[in-house]
């Protein structure tokens, strides 16, 4: 289980369109989020949420991660060697 996050609406503050069941289709997925450094960003995309920086709604929760581009990331991550 990790933090994940999932976007409400756009960076510049856009709803996103919902499917049948409500839900978000753009950023339905749940990224995993990287606090590293000074601001909040999905592992994926880099897209800076929250704490004034951006305007985009998320929810976050601790969870699992369903985004495809997150998860091939961290098993690149996983493979690196120090
Ligand atoms: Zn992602």
Redesign the pocket.
């Known amino acids: 289980m990790s933090h994940v996050v999932r976007f409400l609406t756009t960076d510049d503050g856009e709803a996103v369109e919902t499917n049948e069941q409500g839900d978000p289709i753009w950023g339905s ?1 749940w ?2 989020v990287n606090s590293f450094g000074d601001a909040h960003r ?4 880099g897209e800076v949420f929250g704490f004034g920086e951006g305007a985009a709604e998320f929810e976050d929760k601790i969870g699992k991660i369903t ?1 495809d ?2 998860i091939e990331m961290v098993k690149f991550f996983k493979k690196v060697r120090l």
């Open positions: 997925e990224h995993l999905t592992l994926c995309g985004c581009r997150c």
